[in-house]
Protein backbone atom coordinates (compact mmCIF):
# COMPACT_ATOMS: atom_id res chain seq x y z
CA UNK A 1 0.00 0.00 0.00
CA UNK A 2 1.60 2.90 -1.50
CA UNK A 3 1.58 6.19 0.97
CA UNK A 4 2.20 8.50 -1.08
CA UNK A 5 2.32 8.44 -5.09
CA UNK A 6 2.85 10.21 -7.69
CA UNK A 7 2.40 9.57 -11.61
CA UNK A 8 4.19 9.63 -13.96
CA UNK A 9 7.49 8.64 -12.22
CA UNK A 10 9.85 9.94 -15.82
CA UNK A 11 8.50 12.90 -18.21
CA UNK A 12 10.15 14.11 -20.59
CA UNK A 13 8.81 16.74 -22.85
CA UNK A 14 10.04 19.63 -25.28
CA UNK A 15 9.83 23.20 -24.27
CA UNK A 16 6.83 24.66 -24.72
CA UNK A 17 5.03 22.07 -23.61
CA UNK A 18 1.76 21.83 -21.10
CA UNK A 19 2.29 18.96 -18.61
CA UNK A 20 0.93 17.60 -15.27
CA UNK A 21 1.87 15.62 -12.58
CA UNK A 22 -0.83 13.83 -10.37
CA UNK A 23 0.09 13.18 -6.75
CA UNK A 24 -2.23 11.22 -3.88
CA UNK A 25 -1.83 10.37 -0.25
CA UNK A 26 -4.19 7.34 1.19
CA UNK A 27 -2.56 8.92 4.95
CA UNK A 28 -5.87 10.81 5.62
CA UNK A 29 -3.34 14.23 6.31
CA UNK A 30 -4.60 17.40 5.56
CA UNK A 31 -2.01 18.61 4.00
CA UNK A 32 0.05 18.10 1.21
CA UNK A 33 3.06 19.91 -0.78
CA UNK A 34 5.15 20.20 -3.66
CA UNK A 35 8.78 20.38 -3.89
CA UNK A 36 11.60 20.73 -6.15
CA UNK A 37 14.82 19.13 -6.13
CA UNK A 38 17.20 20.50 -8.60
CA UNK A 39 20.56 19.68 -10.23
CA UNK A 40 22.67 20.29 -7.46
CA UNK A 41 20.11 17.98 -5.54
CA UNK A 42 18.83 20.93 -2.88
CA UNK A 43 14.96 20.25 -2.18
CA UNK A 44 13.39 23.34 -2.14
CA UNK A 45 9.25 24.03 -1.34
CA UNK A 46 7.19 25.02 -4.15
CA UNK A 47 3.42 24.96 -2.68
CA UNK A 48 1.38 23.70 0.38
CA UNK A 49 -2.23 22.93 0.60
CA UNK A 50 -4.04 22.51 3.56
CA UNK A 51 -7.47 21.39 2.86
CA UNK A 52 -7.66 22.31 -0.45
CA UNK A 53 -7.01 25.68 0.58
CA UNK A 54 -3.18 27.44 -0.71
CA UNK A 55 -0.91 28.38 2.39
CA UNK A 56 2.30 28.39 1.08
CA UNK A 57 3.19 30.02 -2.42
CA UNK A 58 6.84 30.32 -2.89
CA UNK A 59 8.50 32.76 -5.55
CA UNK A 60 7.55 30.33 -8.11
CA UNK A 61 6.73 31.48 -11.62
CA UNK A 62 3.33 31.67 -12.36
CA UNK A 63 3.71 28.84 -14.95
CA UNK A 64 2.95 26.22 -12.41
CA UNK A 65 -0.26 25.82 -10.86
CA UNK A 66 -0.91 23.45 -8.01
CA UNK A 67 -4.85 21.73 -8.20
CA UNK A 68 -6.29 20.03 -5.15
CA UNK A 69 -9.47 18.48 -5.83
CA UNK A 70 -9.54 16.81 -2.87
CA UNK A 71 -7.85 16.69 0.16
CA UNK A 72 -5.93 13.26 -1.11
CA UNK A 73 -4.79 14.53 -4.13
CA UNK A 74 -2.64 17.45 -5.18
CA UNK A 75 -1.79 17.56 -8.89
CA UNK A 76 1.18 20.09 -10.62
CA UNK A 77 0.36 21.82 -13.97
CA UNK A 78 3.19 23.31 -15.66
CA UNK A 79 2.44 26.09 -18.60
CA UNK A 80 5.17 26.61 -21.61
CA UNK A 81 7.81 24.59 -20.28
CA UNK A 82 11.52 25.83 -19.80
CA UNK A 83 14.76 24.15 -19.81
CA UNK A 84 15.52 25.23 -16.19
CA UNK A 85 11.66 23.21 -15.13
CA UNK A 86 14.07 19.90 -15.16
CA UNK A 87 14.00 18.77 -11.86
CA UNK A 88 12.94 16.33 -9.86
CA UNK A 89 9.89 16.77 -7.84
CA UNK A 90 8.20 15.59 -4.99
CA UNK A 91 4.91 15.43 -3.65
CA UNK A 92 4.84 14.85 0.32
CA UNK A 93 2.03 14.90 2.81
CA UNK A 94 1.58 15.76 6.87
CA UNK A 95 -0.84 15.25 9.51
CA UNK A 96 -2.95 17.75 12.46
CA UNK A 97 -1.14 16.91 15.19
CA UNK A 98 1.98 17.40 16.18
CA UNK A 99 3.29 13.98 15.84
CA UNK A 100 1.59 13.71 12.39
CA UNK A 101 3.23 16.37 11.32
CA UNK A 102 6.29 14.18 10.29
CA UNK A 103 6.12 14.66 6.31
CA UNK A 104 5.63 11.36 4.06
CA UNK A 105 7.35 11.73 0.11
CA UNK A 106 6.23 10.48 -2.57
CA UNK A 107 8.87 8.49 -5.45
CA UNK A 108 9.12 11.82 -7.19
CA UNK A 109 8.83 12.67 -10.67
CA UNK A 110 11.77 13.20 -12.84
CA UNK A 111 11.19 16.19 -15.52
CA UNK A 112 13.10 16.62 -18.17
CA UNK A 113 12.40 19.42 -20.98
CA UNK A 114 14.47 19.48 -23.87
CA UNK B 1 16.84 34.01 7.25
CA UNK B 2 15.80 30.48 7.57
CA UNK B 3 18.75 28.15 6.53
CA UNK B 4 19.95 24.64 7.36
CA UNK B 5 23.50 23.63 6.74
CA UNK B 6 24.98 19.59 7.49
CA UNK B 7 28.64 18.93 7.65
CA UNK B 8 30.52 17.56 6.02
CA UNK B 9 28.89 17.63 2.36
CA UNK B 10 30.37 14.13 1.64
CA UNK B 11 31.65 11.03 3.64
CA UNK B 12 33.65 7.84 2.97
CA UNK B 13 34.62 5.46 5.90
CA UNK B 14 35.04 1.92 5.63
CA UNK B 15 32.17 -0.94 6.67
CA UNK B 16 32.07 -1.00 10.98
CA UNK B 17 33.02 2.40 11.84
CA UNK B 18 30.80 4.62 14.09
CA UNK B 19 30.00 8.15 12.50
CA UNK B 20 28.34 11.12 12.80
CA UNK B 21 26.30 13.67 10.74
CA UNK B 22 26.12 17.23 11.36
CA UNK B 23 23.34 19.56 10.85
CA UNK B 24 22.71 23.04 12.04
CA UNK B 25 20.24 25.74 11.28
CA UNK B 26 19.72 29.34 12.24
CA UNK B 27 15.93 29.42 13.29
CA UNK B 28 15.29 29.13 16.91
CA UNK B 29 11.48 28.36 16.18
CA UNK B 30 12.03 24.99 15.02
CA UNK B 31 9.19 22.65 15.42
CA UNK B 32 9.70 19.29 14.41
CA UNK B 33 13.35 18.17 12.62
CA UNK B 34 13.32 15.25 10.57
CA UNK B 35 16.40 12.99 9.46
CA UNK B 36 15.94 11.43 5.77
CA UNK B 37 17.66 9.33 3.74
CA UNK B 38 18.14 9.48 0.15
CA UNK B 39 19.49 6.57 -2.42
CA UNK B 40 20.31 7.55 -6.23
CA UNK B 41 17.62 8.29 -8.53
CA UNK B 42 14.75 7.44 -5.15
CA UNK B 43 12.35 9.08 -3.29
CA UNK B 44 12.95 10.24 0.68
CA UNK B 45 12.57 7.83 3.19
CA UNK B 46 11.89 9.41 6.68
CA UNK B 47 14.72 8.24 9.53
CA UNK B 48 13.61 9.87 12.48
CA UNK B 49 11.65 12.62 13.38
CA UNK B 50 12.53 14.87 17.08
CA UNK B 51 10.17 17.21 18.44
CA UNK B 52 11.33 20.18 19.80
CA UNK B 53 10.30 19.12 22.81
CA UNK B 54 12.58 16.09 22.39
CA UNK B 55 16.46 15.75 22.92
CA UNK B 56 16.81 12.62 21.08
CA UNK B 57 15.32 9.52 18.84
CA UNK B 58 16.59 6.39 18.26
CA UNK B 59 15.83 3.30 16.08
CA UNK B 60 18.21 1.03 15.01
CA UNK B 61 21.52 1.48 14.75
CA UNK B 62 20.41 5.50 14.22
CA UNK B 63 20.40 7.64 17.46
CA UNK B 64 19.12 11.44 16.40
CA UNK B 65 19.99 14.19 18.84
CA UNK B 66 18.77 17.74 19.11
CA UNK B 67 19.89 20.90 20.85
CA UNK B 68 17.55 24.07 19.88
CA UNK B 69 19.94 26.09 22.20
CA UNK B 70 22.83 25.38 19.98
CA UNK B 71 20.45 24.90 16.44
CA UNK B 72 22.52 21.68 16.19
CA UNK B 73 21.17 18.01 15.37
CA UNK B 74 23.12 15.06 14.99
CA UNK B 75 22.49 11.86 13.40
CA UNK B 76 24.81 9.05 14.51
CA UNK B 77 25.02 6.21 12.85
CA UNK B 78 25.96 2.49 14.48
CA UNK B 79 27.87 -0.14 13.04
CA UNK B 80 28.27 1.40 9.24
CA UNK B 81 27.20 -1.01 6.77
CA UNK B 82 27.67 -1.00 2.76
CA UNK B 83 24.01 -0.94 2.28
CA UNK B 84 24.43 2.60 4.56
CA UNK B 85 25.40 4.42 1.76
CA UNK B 86 23.04 7.36 0.56
CA UNK B 87 22.75 11.01 0.98
CA UNK B 88 21.40 12.21 4.56
CA UNK B 89 18.93 15.36 4.60
CA UNK B 90 18.01 17.33 7.70
CA UNK B 91 15.25 19.76 7.55
CA UNK B 92 12.87 20.94 10.02
CA UNK B 93 9.71 22.98 9.96
CA UNK B 94 7.48 24.73 12.14
CA UNK B 95 4.11 24.00 13.05
CA UNK B 96 2.17 22.48 9.87
CA UNK B 97 5.15 24.26 7.32
CA UNK B 98 6.47 23.13 4.78
CA UNK B 99 10.52 21.54 5.54
CA UNK B 100 13.50 23.69 5.22
CA UNK B 101 16.07 21.17 4.03
CA UNK B 102 19.96 21.50 4.21
CA UNK B 103 21.75 20.37 1.58
CA UNK B 104 22.52 16.80 2.52
CA UNK B 105 25.88 14.60 3.18
CA UNK B 106 26.39 12.05 0.92
CA UNK B 107 27.87 8.90 2.30
CA UNK B 108 30.01 5.86 1.06
CA UNK B 109 30.41 3.06 3.03
CA UNK B 110 33.21 0.59 1.76
CA UNK B 111 33.37 -3.21 2.74
Known amino acids: DTAVSQTPKYLVTQMGNDKSIKCEQNLGHDTMYWYKQDSKKFLKIMFS???????INETVPNRFSPKSPDKAHLNLHINSLELGDSAVYFC?????????????FGPGTRLTVT | KQEVTQIPAALSVPEGENLVLNCSFT??????LQWFRQDPGKGLTSLLL?????REQTSGRLNASLDKSSGRSTLYIAASQPGDSATYLC??????????FGKGTTLSVSS
Open chain 1, 49 to 55: YNNKELI
Open chain 1, 92 to 104: ASSGRDRASYEQY
Open chain 2, 91 to 100: AYNQAGTALI
Open chain 2, 50 to 54: IQSSQ
Open chain 2, 27 to 32: DSAIYN
